[in-house]
């Protein structure tokens, strides 16, 4: 895999999520979808978890499309999150056992947020948030999802800004590893490691530091959430620390749009 060269053949979306996660469509209809739209090479990257990848690639086979094995790896440097993009990854024993651990988490994790929407009066369970997950991880969307549907809060975005983000009334920590562990672990899988979406860590002297201390393939420049000035940014800085620039549309439902990130 060359990530250099799919980037300049252009018709990508590095950046994926499916229902193996947090996503809305399927793997298959992803890549169906992807294949409508004009593109050759995607990735899927659903958080902590390869179980979509293998549906993916298949789907790929009969529509024409592309599909690198991804993922994407939730880390935490000096308090900040920090998603790691893992490129080209194969399944390995250690791979499986650190995702399944973070997986385990994320359950872990979304009982005492579940516990916490209860102690405020909002009734929630895990059959509720079930219905928006199906049988993929549990993530902080399917709960704000939940909440919306039984009706406590009238949008989406107002459950995140008022109860889930950090700080807030229901925020819990989630099991993390530390961004050389991600690295690491990514690379000893046979991938190219990528810092995800860096204008979300919304300081770049700590996307800085980030690139100078761990040993990075790639910086993701181009994100829907990017603007201009943003991706001329990571493009000088992907320069000075010879890093491989990607992108991608962080695509989950259709309010984002898949293949438009520039």
Same mark, same amino acid.
């Given at each position: 895999?060359?990530?250099?060269?799919?980037?300049?053949?252009?018709?990508? #979306?590095?950046?994926?999520?499916? +229902?193996? @996660?947090?996503?809305?469509? +399927?793997?298959?209809?992803?890549?169906?979808?992807?294949?409508?739209?004009?593109?050759? +090479?995607?990735?899927?990257?659903?958080?902590? +978890?390869?179980?979509?990848?293998?549906?993916?690639?298949?789907?790929?086979?009969?529509? =024409?499309?592309?599909?690198?094995?991804?993922?994407?790896?939730?880390?935490?440097?000096?308090?900040? @999150?920090?998603?790691?993009?893992?490129?080209?990854?194969?399944?390995?024993?250690?791979?499986?056992?650190?995702?399944?651990?973070?997986?385990?988490?994320?359950?872990?994790?979304?009982?005492?947020?579940?516990?916490?929407?209860?102690?405020?009066?909002?009734?929630?369970?895990?059959?509720?948030?079930?219905?928006?997950?199906?049988?993929?991880?549990?993530?902080?969307?399917?709960?704000?999802?939940?909440?919306?549907?039984?009706?406590?809060?009238? #949008?989406?975005? /107002?459950?995140?800004?008022?109860?889930?983000?950090?700080?807030?009334?229901?925020?819990?920590?989630?099991?993390?590893?530390?961004?050389?562990?991600?690295?690491?672990?990514?690379?000893?899988?046979?991938?190219?490691?990528?810092?995800?979406?860096?204008?979300?860590? =919304?300081?770049? /002297?700590?996307?800085?530091?980030?690139?100078?201390?761990?040993?990075?393939?790639?910086?993701?420049?181009?994100?829907?959430?990017?603007?201009? /000035?943003?991706?001329?940014?990571?493009?000088?800085?992907?320069?000075?620390?010879?890093?491989?620039?990607?992108?991608?549309?962080?695509?989950?439902?259709?309010?984002?749009?898949?293949?438009?990130?520039?």
């Amino acid at each position: 895999m060359d990530l250099d060269n799919i980037i300049k053949q252009g018709h990508f #979306d590095l950046h994926i999520h499916s +229902t193996a @996660s947090d996503g809305v469509y +399927t793997p298959e209809e992803l890549v169906k979808k992807a294949a409508k739209s004009g593109l050759k +090479t995607i990735s899927i990257t659903d958080h902590d +978890t390869l179980a979509g990848i293998e549906e993916a690639k298949k789907a790929g086979k009969r529509y =024409g499309v592309r599909v690198i094995p991804g993922v994407e790896l939730s880390t935490k440097y000096k308090g900040k @999150s920090i998603d790691i993009l893992g490129y080209n990854v194969s399944t390995c024993g250690e791979l499986t056992e650190t995702l399944t651990k973070l997986r385990e988490g994320r359950y872990e994790r979304a009982l005492r947020i579940i516990a916490q929407f209860n102690e405020l009066g909002m009734p929630l369970t895990l059959d509720d948030v079930k219905k928006f997950s199906q049988d993929g991880v549990i993530g902080r969307p399917h709960i704000a999802r939940a909440v919306v549907h039984k009706g406590y809060v009238s #949008d989406y975005q /107002e459950v995140f800004d008022h109860y889930l983000a950090d700080g807030k009334p229901c925020a819990v920590n989630k099991v993390t590893l530390s961004p050389q562990q991600g690295i690491d672990l990514i690379h000893r899988a046979g991938g190219k490691a990528v810092l995800a979406h860096p204008v979300f860590i =919304g300081n770049d /002297e700590l996307v800085r530091e980030l690139l100078h201390l761990f040993n990075f393939d790639g910086i993701e420049v181009w994100h829907r959430e990017h603007r201009t /000035e943003d991706q001329r940014r990571y493009q000088n800085m992907a320069h000075e620390f010879k890093l491989v620039m990607t992108g991608g549309s962080d695509f989950h439902h259709d309010q984002h749009h898949l293949g438009q990130f520039r």
